[in-house]
């Protein structure tokens, strides 16, 4: 089940954010923290509602990166608590938060609970930094050197196992704890660059926590997410934008989510991949003109399909799906240095989309910096 998109683009987590805040242009105005009626209804077409009452019993999970702080807010835009640190994942019904060395549990009450202190400082790679089971009672991060050594801890400071560089550029780094087990993934050092679908992804691996013996998987795996039954949703190495559903059993067939062109072009690549609540749906952002132009564009496909459909107008990125298969998504204008079409900046903001992607309503104008990133 996904709760939340950002686990894959892990070396990019925040500097996405940065791209957006500082080469969007000038966004609509900015919101308070705490009160809907801040914002200005004026500057929200008349096709698009304001926020109607909460629909499912959600909590969203908001990263503040301006202040390095995770807010939890009902879907009415009320702010139920805020905790210092950055987001780190989902762990049953609960936000992990990874505050200096403090690994932290925020429930959907607001109640903090601290689930122990690191031994030592990881470097921070985004969501999965330190991966935790959903049952809150063990948690997975590394340590490396400057040889790419990876020391794998379990719990504050067990090392359980020691892993060389599987080559001169990454080391092993765990990625995802869930009912079907536990995953590392290759992680790769030096990254950088500017890109409106920038992420970066890794192969995976898996480790059995009996033996602590790794293993990489193979068929190769860029690994954008790990569901619950062991389905493996894998990118496409070859660059024409396809995803990969991988079965447990290793059965595998592709879905085309970009519009498709020159391999690795505006036209062939896309960003922001999260499955549904029920694992019946994908969705990701394409390119919807057509390169050298750049609209950012939504697409939705069925986990058994093999092509997708547009979801909703141009100009928005998916931020979480909600259980009722809604969708929070926010309005963002692709900067004219990366070729961006025509767009209108005044609508940035974050919203809800109907299921189906016919109509959406204004949740909230997140201050620069900060976005939804999950939902409990």
């Not at 105005?29 to 004026?42: G, I, V, Y």
């Not at 057509?290 to 547009?310: E, H, R």
Request: net charge negative; proline share 6%.
């Amino acid at each position: 089940m996904a709760r939340f998109h950002v686990k894959g683009p892990r070396a990019l987590a925040f500097l996405t954010v940065a791209l957006v805040v500082g080469a969007c242009g000038t966004s609509g105005q900015n919101a308070s923290e705490s009160s809907p009626a801040a914002s200005t209804p004026s500057a929200v077409s008349a096709t698009q509602p304001t926020a109607s009452p909460s629909q499912v019993d959600a909590r969203l999970v908001i990263e503040d990166y301006g202040n390095s702080q995770v807010r939890l807010a009902r879907l009415d835009a009320g702010d139920i608590a805020k905790v210092s640190g950055h987001f780190d994942g989902i762990a049953g019904t609960n936000v992990i938060v990874l505050n200096g060395r403090s690994l932290l549990a925020l429930s959907r009450s607001g109640k903090v609970t601290t689930l122990g202190q690191l031994a030592l400082t990881p470097d921070w790679v985004g969501p999965g930094t330190v991966t935790v089971d959903p049952g809150l009672s063990r948690w997975l991060y590394a340590i490396r050197d400057d040889n790419l050594t990876s020391k794998i801890h379990l719990g504050s400071d067990q090392v359980i196992v020691t892993l060389p560089a599987p080559d001169e550029n990454s080391y092993y780094q765990p990625f995802a704890w869930n009912r079907s087990g536990v995953y590392l993934v290759r992680e790769a050092i030096g990254l950088g660059g500017a890109h409106p679908f920038l992420e970066y992804h890794f192969p995976l691996a898996t480790i059995d926590m009996t033996t602590a013996r790794v293993q990489d998987v193979s068929p190769r795996c860029i690994v954008y997410e790990v569901l619950d039954d062991g389905t493996m949703i894998c990118g496409d190495p070859a660059g024409h934008g396809r995803i990969e559903v991988r079965s447990p059993s290793g059965q595998s067939r592709s879905i085309q989510i970009a519009i498709g062109g020159t391999a690795y072009g505006y036209d062939s690549v896309y960003t922001r991949v999260a499955v549904s609540p029920d694992a019946k749906r994908i969705i990701a952002a394409r390119n919807g003109a057509k390169d050298p132009v750049v609209s950012y564009q939504m697409a939705v496909a069925g986990l058994a399909s093999s092509q997708t459909d547009a979801f909703g107008p141009l100009d928005y990125l998916p931020d979480t799906w909600l259980p009722d298969g809604r969708l929070v998504a926010h309005h963002e204008c692709v900067w004219s240095g990366f070729g961006g079409g025509a767009c209108d900046a005044s609508l940035d903001g974050t919203y809800f989309f109907s299921a189906d992607g016919t109509s959406h309503s204004l949740f909230y104008r997140l201050k620069q910096g900060s976005v939804v990133v999950a939902y409990v």
